[in-house]
């Protein structure tokens, strides 16, 4: 089953890859390596998911935010791929940031939204290494804010 088949099966719908908002590229190829930009917390509506986890959003809402992330991360990589997923050798890594209250401890949980994503779309090739890191803010006050590397064939 292609990435493509994978994400219409699963009930998925990729949002529009946005352009950056400053003075940086969203998405770059070096050798077989295609490094994407971090992909802030965007709802399906286009709204920013705003708010400190664990002050003004529980993790389970986190989770959903690092979920729509990673759902911007592929809509960068099919861009970058010139619209064919099945250029994706594999996911690398996903560094996850979260805006967080300072006693939140469940960052992992949180980016498992994107991780969990990433591995039900592509099997296998989308295990990957990753980090989940605390911030007491990020841009435009969005929750989350995930970037990744891909391997390409």
């Known amino acids: ?24 590229v969203a998405t770059k190829v070096v050798s077989n390596l295609l490094y994407i930009s971090g992909q802030i917390s965007i709802d399906k509506d286009g709204k920013l998911i705003k708010g400190k986890v664990g002050k003004e959003l529980t993790t389970d809402q986190g989770y959903e935010a690092a979920k729509r992330c990673g759902l911007s991360i592929i809509a960068q990589a099919k861009i970058a791929c010139n619209n064919d997923l099945s250029k994706v050798k594999s996911c690398i890594k996903l560094t996850g940031y979260v805006n967080s209250s300072e006693e939140f401890t469940e960052q992992p949980k949180v980016i498992n939204g994107a991780s969990d994503l990433i591995a ?7 295990m990957h290494t990753r980090a989940a890191v605390s911030t007491n803010s990020l841009p435009l006050g969005v929750s989350v804010e995930i970037d990744a590397i891909f391997e390409l064939n």
Not at 5 to 19: E, Q, V
């Open 1 to 24: 089953m292609s990435y493509e088949d994978k994400i219409n099966k699963l009930g998925l719908k990729l949002p529009d890859a946005k352009a950056p908002a400053g003075n940086y």
């Open 120 to 126: 039900s779309i592509f099997g296998d090739a989308g």
